[in-house]
């Protein structure tokens, strides 16, 4: 198993979903893990409960990616209990498919502020709490930031989340920080069930043009999640990692 031991992760957006996997996961390869969440409580306090179980150390801190004062609290929470910051995995985000006809000002800040805002801020915090040996910057894209049909405004977000990832490897490298993105294709989730997605259409369409013939799991995205976390990708930055079972 790829080597955490002595780390310090914080997943956004972990209270759930790709988010929860990715920090058990980078928990069970040693790392030690800030689960943070926005309004899930009792779904984080799980996951750090399970954490814990499995021997490994973690805690929930509240934030809301898209506002100053509750990143700078998250990594200085952070930096309280775990005293540095090796990998920042910016996994916090919302979407709502929807035609342009019913595209409202609201929903477009909505998703613009957590998705691509958000994940400006936590970057920008985190780099303050890196030492002198660097860090890993984990972006979460999505294979729908080429353009998917009724969602205009996810697909304008996760293109920004590629062309950010790209201009912070450029710009952080020279301080040893690496920033890379990982792009999901369909997975299944809470909020997948939540949205009916889940055993629809749409669901069915996605799994027929995905070569490896099933829906994505957390875990999926989890595993590449804890390779670019790890010395095991020091020679990768500014990339996208496409994890879609081959959906394009």
């Known amino acids: 198993m790829t080597d955490l031991k002595g780390k310090v992760a914080v997943v956004t957006g972990a209270s759930?979903?790709?988010?929860?996997?990715?920090?058990?996961?980078?928990?069970?390869?040693?790392?030690?893990?800030?689960?943070?969440?926005?309004?899930?409580?009792?779904d984080a306090d799980r996951v750090v409960a399970d954490i814990k179980a499995n021997g490994g150390q973690a805690i929930a801190v509240k934030g809301d990616v898209a506002k100053v004062a509750d990143v700078e609290r998250l990594f200085a929470e952070t930096e309280k209990v775990f005293n540095?910051?090796?990998?920042?995995?910016?996994?916090?985000?919302?979407?709502?498919?929807?035609p342009l006809e019913?595209?409202?000002?609201?929903?477009f800040h909505r998703q613009f502020d957590i998705n691509v805002l958000g994940t400006i801020l936590a970057t920008k915090e985190a780099v303050k709490h890196f030492g002198p040996k660097g860090g890993s910057i984990i972006n979460v894209s999505s294979v729908a930031s080429a353009g998917v049909a009724?969602?205009?405004?996810?697909?304008?977000?996760?293109?920004?989340?590629?062309?950010?990832?790209?201009a912070l490897a450029a710009e952080l490298g020279p301080r040893k920080i690496r920033v890379n993105a990982i792009a999901p294709g369909g997975v299944e989730t809470e909020g997948t069930h939540k949205a009916g997605i889940t055993g629809s259409e749409y669901e069915k369409?996605?799994?027929?043009?995905?070569?490896?013939?099933?829906?994505?799991?957390?875990?999926?995205i989890a595993?590449?999640?804890?390779?670019?976390?790890?010395?095991?990708?020091a020679w990768v930055t500014g990339e996208r990692l496409t994890a879609s079972g081959g959906l394009r």
Do not use: C, W
Not at 150 to 166: C, E, M, P, Q, R
């Open 16 to 42: 759930k979903g790709i988010g929860a996997a990715i920090a058990k996961r980078l928990s069970e390869a040693g790392a030690s893990v800030v689960v943070n969440y926005s309004s899930s409580k009792k």
């Open 84 to 98: 540095t910051l090796d990998v920042l995995v910016n996994n916090a985000g919302v979407y709502k498919f929807a």
């Open 102 to 107: 019913e595209i409202s000002e609201d929903e």
């Open 150 to 166: 009724d969602a205009a405004i996810y697909s304008g977000t996760k293109g920004a989340v590629d062309a950010i990832t790209h």
């Open 205 to 220: 369409e996605m799994i027929g043009g995905t070569p490896l013939g099933r829906i994505g799991q957390p875990d999926d």
């Open 223 to 233: 595993r590449v999640a804890v390779f670019l976390a790890s010395d095991d990708s």
